[in-house]
């Protein structure tokens, strides 16, 4: 008997639609969309130290250039399919990665685009209100 033979078939398709229906918070879409943005910024800086490289074949270069939107086209997916999966309503909880990305230097205005909401929503879960 195998192990997998003591599960009855109901309850596998039971755990895979509980998985399915779990969600992932605002905070976590917020953050992924922010890893992208700095994904972005370091693919621009790459491919621009890329192109001044003269130790570097023009098919070195392409190579590379190729492997790094590679690399930021699969960021793009997985914050997609992070996001596919989330639950979009911002709660209480959220307002400390909102404080924490304040503490970080973002403004009100780049907060509330990676929770996708406005500058208003995002001051008054910051302030409690």
């Known amino acids: 008997m195998k192990p997998n033979d003591l599960i009855p078939s109901s309850a596998q398709v039971s755990t895979t ?14 953050r992924y969309r922010q890893a992208e ?3 972005e910024a370091a693919k621009e800086c790459a491919i ?4 001044v490289n003269s130790n570097l ?4 270069i392409t190579t590379a250039v190729m492997q ?5 086209q699969n960021a793009q997916n997985c914050t ?27 403004t009100d205005a780049q907060i ?3 929770f996708a909401t406005n500058q ?3 001051n008054r879960m910051i302030n409690g209100n």
Not at 57 to 60: G, Y
Request: aromatic share 4%; glycine share 2%.
């Open 80 to 106: 997609a399919t992070i996001q596919a999966m989330s639950n979009p309503e911002i709660t209480d909880q959220d307002a400390t990665t909102m404080k924490s990305m304040r503490k970080e230097g973002l």
């Open 57 to 60: 074949s023009a098919q070195e």
């Open 120 to 122: 208003t929503k995002v």
């Open 17 to 30: 639609e509980s998985h399915s229906n779990s969600s992932i918070s605002a905070s976590t879409v917020a």
């Open 37 to 39: 943005w700095a994904h």
């Open 68 to 72: 790094i939107q590679r690399f930021h």
């Open 112 to 114: 509330a685009e990676l």
């Open 48 to 51: 621009r130290d890329l192109t």
